[in-house]
């Protein structure tokens, strides 16, 4: 089995073009997009539709009209076509009583690209904090031949946050030692800086993220960081199939 991990969205490009039908792509955005999506799983939404560019939702709200529409775009909720968008990027919007039985069509900066970009793949998961063992779970009793965690990032730039969440999957899945028949230097690197995070504090390290000091300083999404950060919350696998992100019935 081999464990790889990308760790930029400047990788993203390539990996679109790679075959990935043996291998389960699990993609990390911890502030915001896949957090979010756990969220609104857990809280009762039907699906969500990650799609890269603002037009690609509005033309399936045009196609589908009971569609809710989410995402941000340089962290702020979309307006666009002449239409509010139903949500933000913020985990905290989606609700029980606002997202329950309702599909979401979402785009955000960075999550729903990386997403996209693993649609080749044998599994594609959504994970966060807020899911990581499930998700550790999930790979664990599927005995996949390739695993290749996505660290989305931030804009053009790598995200700490998102590198530190896939440390600790690589190191939960090599504890102790190396068990895959392949570990690339990528994977090394994000367990050492899943290390450092615990060796300084994971919630201080995080916090001082580039993404995270943006969050932190709008006082109507400051919240979001200390939600982000909360482990193992939701015991949900968050899968993506033929376009859509669905609760998994079945480990």
Do not use: W
């Amino acid at each position: 089995m081999n464990l790889e991990v990308i760790l930029s969205p400047a990788e993203l490009p390539a990996l679109a073009q790679r075959d990935l039908r043996t291998t389960a792509c699990v993609v990390f955005d911890v502030l915001r997009a896949t957090s979010t999506f756990v969220s609104a799983l857990y809280h009762g939404a039907a699906e969500i539709i990650p799609v890269s560019e603002i037009s690609e939702s509005l033309e399936i709200k045009k196609r589908r009209p009971k569609v809710l529409l989410g995402g941000e775009r340089h962290g702020v909720r979309i307006s666009a076509g002449g239409i509010d968008f139903d949500f933000g990027n913020s985990p905290r919007e989606y609700t029980p009583e606002k997202v329950r039985g309702k599909t979401i069509v979402s785009t955000t900066t960075n999550g729903t690209r990386a997403l996209r970009a693993c649609l080749g793949a044998k599994a594609v998961l959504a994970a966060s904090l807020l899911n990581l063992t499930a998700t550790l779970e999930f790979l664990r009793l599927n005995h996949f031949e390739n695993i290749l965690l996505v660290c989305a990032g931030t804009g053009e730039n790598p995200a700490s946050e998102d590198i530190i969440a896939a440390g600790a999957l690589v190191d939960a899945l090599l504890p102790g030692k190396d068990t895959f028949s392949k570990r690339t230097e990528s994977a090394v690197a994000a367990r050492n800086a899943y290390f450092e995070a615990v060796r300084m504090g994971l919630e201080q390290k995080i916090r001082l993220a580039e993404n995270a000091q943006r969050l932190l300083s709008l006082p109507e999404l400051r919240d979001d960081v200390a939600f982000c950060l909360q482990h193992d919350i939701f015991p949900l696998v968050a899968r993506m199939e033929n376009g859509a992100i669905r609760r998994q019935k079945e480990l």
